[in-house]
């Protein structure tokens, strides 16, 4: 069963508690139905997993922490490792939920390190994409932009000509280290520019604009899974980022991507420093 915490300083020992072991955070509010479906699931696999320690934190107690932990939704599970946090699920199925608990254990060095996508040591950050404040400049209406952000086989497709423009905003900051692309090959994005922190770029502007990164894609790039690398050292607090794709493989007059992904590192939300030792301005 998860624990309540009834103190500030309870958290700050609970970020300390995370350098040992895997601690996973249920953040929830009393008049938020669904929390409690989430705390049903927790009480059930508590016991399934012995080595994890799990709390909760009534967000309307605790303002001060469900801001540094940057929580915009209940009920929202964070996943912490060494004093930061390594992971996030916004509501979820109970098998999303074993997934994280399970990726999270595997990175505390008792098996093989985390990746996604192949990329070693990095997540899967497309979770933290905040689709109603995403959108993309000539898409066909009829193959939209939320169709990339899950595997399967819908699209996303140009409309008037090959070119799209996608502004993806994220939840939080993040260290952006790779991005991956599937696409079909007659439809597949070839030149992308990548603007890291630029909001309101429109087809006008993207051509002359001075990118973060260029980048080429080819028919062998995306038959090796479609993972790129980026220059990590311009990628390490991205809010927000645009797209930019000028043609594709085959000067196809529409471009169609079938998945986006980002990998990388959620910027450390909360640990140690950020919360106040000692802080007790929330006693039950």
């Known amino acids: 069963m998860a624990v309540n915490v009834e103190r500030t300083e309870q958290f700050v020992e609970i970020l300390r508690e995370s350098s040992e072991?895997?601690?996973?955070?249920?953040?929830?509010s009393t008049t938020?139905?669904?929390?409690?479906?989430?705390?049903?699931?927790?009480?059930?696999?508590?016991?399934?997993y012995p080595t994890v320690s799990f709390y909760k934190v009534d967000i309307m107690r605790f303002t001060d922490i469900a801001m540094q932990c940057r929580?915009?939704?209940?009920?929202?599970?964070?996943?912490?490792?060494?004093?930061?946090?390594?992971?996030?699920?916004?509501?979820?199925?109970?098998k999303a939920v074993v997934n994280a608990i399970e990726a999270g254990l595997l990175e505390g060095g008792n098996g093989e390190p985390i990746s996604a996508f192949g990329v070693v040591g990095h997540s899967d950050l497309t979770r933290l994409v905040l689709k109603t404040q995403s959108e993309c400049l000539n898409q066909n209406d009829d193959h939209p932009l939320d169709?990339?952000?899950?595997?399967?086989?819908?699209?996303?497709?140009?409309?008037?000509?090959?070119?799209?423009?996608?502004?993806?905003?994220?939840?939080?900051?993040?260290?952006?280290?790779s991005i991956m692309l599937k696409a079909p090959l007659?439809?597949?994005?070839?030149?992308?520019?990548?603007?890291?922190?630029?909001t309101n770029l429109g087809f006008d502007d993207v051509e002359s604009a001075d990118a973060t990164q260029e980048i080429e894609m080819t028919k062998e790039i995306y038959e090796s899974g479609g993972v790129v690398n980026l220059r990590y050292v311009r990628f390490q607090h991205v809010n927000s980022l645009s797209i930019f794709v000028a043609?594709?493989?085959?000067?196809?007059?529409?471009?169609?991507?079938?998945?986006?992904?980002?990998i990388g590192t959620v910027i450390n939300s909360a640990n140690v420093s950020d919360i106040r030792q000692g802080e007790d301005s929330h006693k039950a």
């Open 247 to 262: 043609d594709n493989l085959e000067d196809n007059d529409v471009t169609a991507i079938n998945q986006l992904a980002f």
């Open 32 to 48: 938020c139905p669904p929390c409690l479906a989430m705390d049903k699931l927790l009480e059930q696999l508590a016991p399934r």
């Open 147 to 177: 169709n990339i952000f899950t595997e399967g086989e819908s699209v996303l497709e140009s409309d008037v000509d090959e070119q799209l423009i996608i502004h993806v905003t994220f939840n939080q900051p993040i260290k952006l280290h």
């Open 71 to 94: 929580v915009t939704a209940t009920p929202t599970l964070q996943f912490f490792r060494k004093g930061r946090s390594i992971n996030e699920i916004q509501g979820g199925s109970k």
């Open 21 to 28: 072991r895997l601690v996973v955070v249920d953040f929830y």
């Open 186 to 198: 007659d439809k597949a994005p070839k030149s992308i520019k990548l603007f890291a922190n630029r």
